[in-house]
C-alpha cells in the first residue's frame, strides 16, 4: 500500500483532495511505500529485484491493455488502482532507447544513449504521468480536469481526459505554446483560454481556480504524475540489463520530471534492483534558470525565482513547483546544475537531430548541459551518459524551420556567437520544376562538400 506525505513536514496525508498541498504547511505531497518493507525491515516476497524484473518481462507478452503500456506494466512500484477497468491507457511508455553517435564524438564521450520520451503517444513524456493521475481523477469521479501548461502538458492531459470523456481546462500563456502543441489540444477537446501572463501566472490562476470549483489539478504537483513519470527510469534499467549510466542528464522547468527520476532510481536502489545510483543531473536555459541559481545563490536551501525567457518554451519557467524535490534529487545521487545559451540549444538540438532522432528545443538543453560538463570535468570521456529526451521533434516546427532558414537569431544579441550554427543549416532550396535544374544543383552540392 502506498501513502501520501508533506515533503516538508512529513504529515501523513489521508484525504489529498485535488488540489495536492499539505493541510498543515500548504507544502507538496509525495508517494512513499511503507508496504515494501515488512514489520521485520525484511523486504516483502512479492517485492524482490528477480520477482519483479521476471514478472514485468512475461508482461511484454500479454495483449491486456494494461501489460502493454509500458508504465503500468511496472506498476507494482506505483500506487495500487484495483479498479483496472478505470484505468485510461493510450499503450504509453515503450519509448526507445537510441545511440548518438555523432553527438558523442561532438561532445567527446565515447558512450551516449538518448531515451526517448517523445516517442509517446501524444510526443512528450507528460503521458507516463498522465495515464497514473487522469486515472485517478476519474476513479474519482472528477468531471473536470486542469492544467498550466507551456503546451506539453495540456496536450497529454487533453488526450486522456477525452478518452474517459472527461472535459479538460488548459490555462496557457499567450504567443508562448508552439502551434504543435496548441492543435493537439484543440483537436482532443480541451476548452484552452490563452492568458496575458507567463506559465507561472498562469499556474496561480489555476490554483485559484482550483480552489473554487471542482478541478481535478493534473499539474506534475499531483503525487500520481510523478509516479507515472518514474517508470521512464525503471524502462531505461531494463533496456540495460539493469547496469546503470553513470549519468543521467535531463531538461529543468516546473522540475517534476527530474524529481521523479531520481525518486525512481532511488526507490529501485533501495530494492536492489540497481548496486549503484547514476548521477541525475538537471539543465535549464539561461534565460529560465531558477534551479541553478537556486543552487549557485543558496545552496538549494531557498528559491530564487526568475522573470523566464528563452525560446525552448517548454521549459520557460522562472518559479519551478517542484524545486525542493529537485534540490534532493541533485544532493542525493551526486548531480548538478547546469544552465546553456539559447545558441548552445539549438546547436544541440540540430545535432541530435543530424544523428537521425531528433527532439524539441527543450529536450535539446540536455546535450548542450552534457557539452559543459564534460569541458569541466564532471562528466568524464569513459562514462556512459544517457540523455532524456523529453519531447519529439514536430512539438515545435516554427523553431527548426527558423533555424534553418537562418532566422531564429537574426537580429537579436545572439546573432554573432549563432554564426556557428551555419554548417548545420539546411534550408529549402527553390528550383525550377525540371530534372535539369535538380541534377544540377545536386551537383554543386557534391562539389561543395567534396571541397
Ligand atoms: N521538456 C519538455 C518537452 C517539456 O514539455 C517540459 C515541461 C520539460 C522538459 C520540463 O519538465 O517541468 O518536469 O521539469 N513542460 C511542462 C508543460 C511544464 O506544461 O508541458 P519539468
Aim: aromatic fraction near 6%.
Amino acid at each position: 500500500m502506498s501513502e501520501l506525505r508533506c515533503i516538508a513536514c512529513g504529515l501523513r496525508i489521508s484525504n489529498p483532495g485535488h488540489r495536492f498541498r499539505c493541510s498543515a504547511c500548504a507544502d507538496l505531497l509525495e508517494i512513499v511505500y511503507p508496504g515494501w518493507v515488512t514489520s521485520d525491515g525484511m523486504r516483502a516476497a512479492s517485492f524482490t529485484a528477480p520477482t519483479l524484473k521476471a514478472l514485468w518481462r512475461t508482461r511484454r507478452k500479454s495483449f491486456v491493455p494494461i501489460d502493454q503500456s509500458g508504465v503500468w506494466r511496472f506498476r507494482e512500484l506505483l500506487p495500487a488502482f484495483p479498479e483496472e477497468e478505470k484505468i485510461i491507457t493510450l499503450r504509453e511508455g515503450n519509448t526507445p532507447l537510441y545511440s548518438l553517435p555523432s553527438c558523442a564524438r561532438a561532445v567527446g564521450v565515447q558512450h551516449l544513449l538518448a531515451k526517448h520520451q517523445g516517442m509517446n503517444p501524444t510526443g512528450s513524456f507528460k503521458d507516463t504521468g498522465m495515464t497514473v493521475a487522469a486515472s485517478m481523477a476519474r476513479r474519482e469521479g472528477f468531471r473536470w480536469v486542469g492544467c498550466a501548461s507551456t503546451g506539453n502538458t495540456s496536450a497529454s492531459m487533453a488526450a486522456y481526459a477525452a478518452r474517459a470523456s472527461m472535459r479538460s481546462l488548459v490555462l496557457i500563456p499567450q504567443g508562448k505554446v508552439s502551434w504543435g502543441k496548441l492543435s493537439q489540444a484543440l483537436d482532443y477537446g480541451a476548452i484552452t483560454f490563452e492568458l496575458k501572463t507567463d506559465f507561472d501566472g498562469c499556474s496561480r490562476v489555476l490554483n485559484e481556480v482550483v480552489e473554487r470549483m471542482p478541478v481535478y489539478l493534473l499539474n506534475s504537483v499531483n503525487p500520481y504524475r510523478i509516479e507515472g513519470q518514474k517508470t521512464a527510469a525503471i524502462e531505461l534499467l531494463e533496456q540495460l540489463d539493469w547496469q546503470p549510466p553513470d549519468h543521467v542528464i535531463v531538461p529543468g522547468g516546473n522540475l517534476g520530471n527530474s524529481s521523479a527520476l531520481g525518486k525512481a532510481f532511488l526507490e529501485l536502489e533501495e530494492l536492489k534492483f540497481i548496486a549503484r545510483l547514476p548521477q541525475v543531473s538537471i539543465v535549464q536555459a539561461e534565460g529560465a534558470n531558477p534551479l541553478v541559481r537556486t543552487m549557485r545563490e543558496t545552496g538549494g536551501k531557498s528559491l530564487i525565482s526568475v522573470q523566464a525567457e528563452t525560446a525552448a518554451s517548454a521549459i520557460r519557467i522562472g518559479s519551478p513547483a517542484s524545486w525542493k524535490k529537485a534540490v534532493r534529487v541533485l544532493e542525493q545521487t551526486g548531480g548538478t546544475a547546469a544552465e546553456v545559451s539559447e545558441v548552445e540549444i539549438a546547436w544541440a538540438k540540430a545535432e541530435i537531430g543530424a544523428d537521425g532522432v531528433g527532439c524539441e528545443p527543450a529536450s535539446a538543453v540536455t546535450l548542450a548541459g552534457l557539452r559543459k560538463m564534460v569541458a569541466a570535468g564532471f562528466v568524464k570521456p569513459g562514462e556512459s551518459v544517457v540523455l532524456i529526451l523529453t519531447g519529439h521533434l514536430l512539438k515545435d516546427p516554427d523553431f527548426t524551420l527558423k533555424f534553418h532558414r537562418g532566422e531564429l537569431f537574426a537580429s537579436s544579441p545572439h546573432s554573432k556567437p549563432a554564426e556557428i550554427l551555419r554548417a548545420h543549416q539546411q534550408a529549402p532550396i527553390l528550383l525550377e520544376a525540371s530534372g535539369d535544374a535538380v541534377i544540377s544543383a545536386l551537383e554543386r552540392i557534391e562539389e561543395r562538400s567534396e571541397a
